[in-house]
């Protein structure tokens, strides 16, 4: 049995319209190099019925996302039956960041996220929590859950990625501009054209991640009652770890390496990572489904009814048919 009393605890934010699902533990997990990562554990109910649980699901946020805006969802994982373990990426939300300003998003290399994930798998998934085990990333974190099942082929039975970063649309471009900054700007220097929003977000009709204003009005109450769950905008170092594991993940033969079964959902008129880009490499996973939704934006975990029915209904369908 996990002992969460060797851990510090860490907080959570809640609101009226969003609130933790119950039997669920938060705390620090101190990295190997003394980073702080929250995480986030809840556990199924146990009844007569289900005596016993189906298995462990790890879900993980995208870029500047933060585990509160997933409780709707572990919740959904938890009414099926699964344990649910989720934790902020260094850098972001509430874990410990790597530079004095806390609202950049700065990272040197992707490997840290991947050395991140490798100990949750190894000091706390592995040794306590029961396979089948089902990795699930959405955006940056469907990138760095790629890289895991590539990494780690014996650890997952399952994957879904949601609308994984793959790729941009201006990928030249930001390759230029971090190439220039690197002769007279810091690492830590906002990357020139990231337009940082200075803590000030999106009104609905100008957001670009979902077409559920109540979802999205949701995250945006946490945001206001926890301002330090965000991050203003994206850091040259940031740019240069994103273009160096674009690199990794699109060498030749990489992707066909991974023989795990993938759910793999993609939103054609995608504005934040390029759908066109995430098609190419899914098409070259041995064991993938690929879902495409045309009417959505990034975020399916966070859109409309209506959409999310349809995304279910698949999940469901891939544990149903394989565990």
Same mark, same amino acid.
């Given at each position: 049995? !996990?002992?969460?009393?060797?851990?510090? #605890?860490?907080?959570?934010?809640?609101?009226?319209?969003?609130?933790?699902?119950?039997?669920?533990?938060?705390?620090?997990?101190?990295?190997? @190099?003394?980073?702080?990562?929250?995480?986030? +554990?809840?556990?199924? $109910?146990?009844?007569?019925?289900?005596?016993?649980?189906?298995?462990?699901?790890?879900?993980?946020?995208?870029?500047?996302?933060?585990?509160?805006?997933?409780? =709707?969802?572990?919740?959904?994982?938890?009414?099926?039956?699964?344990?649910? +373990?989720?934790?902020?990426?260094?850098?972001?939300?509430?874990?410990?960041?790597?530079?004095?300003? #806390?609202?950049?998003?700065? $990272?040197?290399?992707? @490997?840290?996220?991947?050395?991140?994930?490798?100990?949750?798998?190894?000091?706390?998934?592995?040794?306590?929590?029961?396979?089948?085990?089902?990795?699930?990333?959405?955006?940056?974190?469907?990138?760095?859950?790629?890289?895991?099942?590539?990494?780690?082929?014996?650890? !997952? @039975?399952?994957?879904?990625?949601?609308?994984?970063?793959?790729?941009?649309?201006? =990928?030249?471009?930001?390759?230029?501009? /971090? /190439?220039?900054?690197?002769?007279?700007?810091? @690492?830590?220097?906002?990357? +020139?054209?990231?337009?940082?929003?200075?803590?000030?977000?999106?009104?609905?009709?100008?957001?670009?991640?979902?077409?559920?204003?109540?979802?999205? #009005?949701?995250?945006?109450?946490? $945001?206001?009652?926890?301002?330090?769950?965000?991050?203003?905008?994206?850091?040259?170092?940031?740019?240069?770890?994103?273009?160096?594991?674009?690199?990794?993940?699109?060498?030749?033969?990489?992707?066909? =390496? +991974?023989?795990?079964?993938?759910?793999?959902?993609?939103?054609?008129?995608?504005?934040?990572?390029?759908? /066109?880009?995430?098609?190419?490499?899914?098409?070259?996973?041995?064991?993938?489904?690929?879902?495409? !939704?045309?009417?959505?934006?990034? =975020? $399916?975990?966070?859109?409309?009814?209506?959409?999310?029915?349809?995304?279910?209904?698949?999940?469901?369908?891939?544990?149903?048919?394989?565990?």
């Amino acid at each position: 049995m !996990f002992n969460y009393s060797k851990y510090e #605890k860490a907080p959570l934010i809640q609101t009226k319209n969003i609130q933790s699902p119950k039997n669920g533990q938060i705390f620090y997990y101190n990295a190997s @190099d003394n980073i702080k990562i929250r995480v986030g +554990i809840w556990s199924p $109910i146990i009844t007569k019925k289900n005596k016993t649980a189906r298995g462990t699901i790890l879900l993980q946020q995208g870029h500047n996302e933060f585990i509160e805006k997933y409780f =709707e969802v572990i919740q959904e994982f938890l009414d099926r039956g699964f344990y649910v +373990i989720c934790f902020d990426w260094r850098g972001q939300g509430m874990s410990g960041r790597m530079i004095k300003d #806390k609202n950049k998003a700065f $990272i040197k290399s992707f @490997d840290l996220h991947d050395g991140d994930l490798n100990e949750v798998l190894t000091n706390i998934i592995k040794p306590f929590f029961p396979k089948p085990l089902i990795g699930i990333g959405h955006s940056m974190g469907g990138c760095l859950m790629l890289s895991a099942f590539h990494d780690h082929k014996n650890e !997952f @039975d399952l994957g879904v990625l949601s609308a994984p970063m793959l790729g941009f649309k201006n =990928e030249k471009f930001l390759r230029s501009i /971090s /190439s220039v900054m690197n002769f007279f700007k810091n @690492d830590s220097d906002y990357l +020139i054209g990231s337009s940082p929003n200075m803590g000030i977000e999106a009104n609905f009709e100008n957001n670009d991640l979902t077409t559920d204003s109540y979802r999205y #009005k949701r995250t945006q109450e946490l $945001i206001s009652k926890q301002p330090s769950l965000r991050l203003w905008g994206v850091t040259n170092a940031f740019a240069k770890a994103i273009n160096e594991r674009f690199k990794i993940i699109r060498r030749k033969g990489w992707a066909e =390496e +991974i023989n795990l079964k993938i759910l793999v959902f993609n939103n054609t008129k995608d504005r934040v990572v390029d759908a /066109s880009k995430i098609n190419s490499i899914a098409e070259r996973l041995v064991n993938k489904k690929i879902i495409i !939704f045309s009417n959505t934006e990034h =975020e $399916i975990f966070m859109e409309q009814d209506i959409y999310r029915k349809r995304m279910w209904a698949e999940i469901d369908q891939l544990l149903s048919k394989n565990l």
